[in-house]
């Protein structure tokens, strides 16, 4: 879960703090948009704001989260992509999804 890896992500990069590490605050998710924007441009080709749809999973697993591939598939696409079914999902839904998950 996004809660899991935010509490990973603030141990690493700040050590706990008074709260033990437990995100909460807004430095935490901006901490958190900064790793999944480091992410996503990893497989972002020529700088474009989009991924391909293949891509989600890699991500997802670069950033410490692991779904099974049925709920990438039947879940998390399919509201990544909204009303618009394409091969690419774009970088604004995809952070907005990882840090409600």
Do not use: C, H, W
């Not at 141990?11 to 958190?32: H, N």
């Not at 474009?48 to 890699?58: C, R």
């Amino acid at each position: 879960s996004v809660e899991g890896f935010l509490t990973r992500l603030t141990v690493e990069m700040e050590g706990p703090g008074p709260s033990g590490g437990i995100p909460g605050d807004e430095l935490d998710i901006e901490a958190a948009r900064v790793r999944i924007r480091e992410a996503f441009n990893l497989l972002s080709k020529e700088g474009k704001d989009n991924i391909a749809e293949e891509e989600v999973s890699t991500v997802m697993r670069y950033l410490g989260i692991f779904p099974k591939e049925t709920d990438i598939v039947e879940r998390i696409l399919p509201e990544l992509q909204d009303d618009e079914p394409a091969t690419f999902v774009t970088y604004d839904r995809f952070e907005e999804k990882m840090i409600e998950l």
